[in-house]
């Protein structure tokens, strides 16, 4: 079947380091995506990663292992805005096949 | 500017009326999608229509009926509308397929009484 786990809610403090993980399982596999959703806005795009590995963008890192159907999310020195939903979406034969999405909460 | 804009941004009816909700894109992009996520956040694909030619049809009630006109533009249609069809459909595009970066519309929030 297909599958993507992510943990429900996360809390972490303002100037810390938090990681997301997500685990999936998909019928073929292109590369996994990460996306940011705030409350009652649109999902915006984060990353994508096709290749085994760590990908850095500025305060935001993914890493990929395609052989553990393993990613996950690091955002280093967090910042209130911060405080989202984080999606992780697997790119399958013909569809991404999204997770639930991590609540993130930031404390200051 | 806009680069997907989707209208309208709130929708509420009552059960039984029929509603559309358009959605129209401005990046050149070759792929549309309409998905529809839930009270629990989860984002289902409903349709996927590459150069106005449907390639995906989740398993979703055929009250539901897309239309795209034109490759920068996706309709929905909802027939017979339905209280489990309270939720917030988004509209996307990307350039290629779905391994390509996907670019949101602002969402519908569709609430049926």
């Known amino acids: 079947g297909q599958n993507i786990d992510q943990p429900t809610e996360m809390t972490a403090t303002e100037g810390a380091i938090v990681q997301i993980n997500c685990t999936y399982q998909?019928?073929?596999?292109?590369?996994l995506f990460w996306y940011q959703q705030h409350a009652g806005e649109a999902p915006t795009f984060l990353s994508y990663?096709?290749l085994d590995g760590l990908e850095e963008k500025g305060r935001f890192s993914s890493f990929l292992s395609r052989s553990k159907g393993y990613s996950y999310l690091l955002l280093k020195e967090l910042q209130m805005k911060d405080s989202a939903s984080y999606l992780c979406?697997?790119?399958?034969?013909?569809?991404?096949?999204w997770g639930a999405g991590t609540k993130l909460i930031i404390k200051p | 500017d806009t680069a997907v804009s989707q209208t309208p941004k709130y929708l509420v009816t009552q059960m039984g009326n029929d509603k559309s909700i358009k959605c129209e894109q401005n990046?050149?992009?070759?792929?549309m999608y309409w998905y529809k996520q839930d009270s629990k956040k989860f984002l289902k694909i409903m349709f996927s229509?590459?150069?106005?030619?449907?390639?995906i049809n989740e398993t979703v009630p055929n009250r539901f009926s897309p239309k795209s006109p034109d490759k920068a533009h996706l309709n929905l249609h909802i027939n017979s509308l339905e209280l489990g069809d309270s939720a917030v459909y988004f509209c996307?595009?990307?350039?290629?397929?779905?391994?390509?970066?996907?670019?949101f519309g602002q969402g519908t929030r569709l609430t049926v009484v």
């Open positions: 996307a595009s990307s350039l290629l397929d779905s391994n390509t970066e996907a670019f």
């Open positions: 990046l050149g992009h070759d792929t």
């Open positions: 229509y590459n150069n106005k030619e449907l390639i």
């Open positions: 998909t019928s073929g596999f292109n590369g």
């Open positions: 990663n096709v």
């Open positions: 979406a697997a790119g399958g034969n013909y569809q991404l096949i």
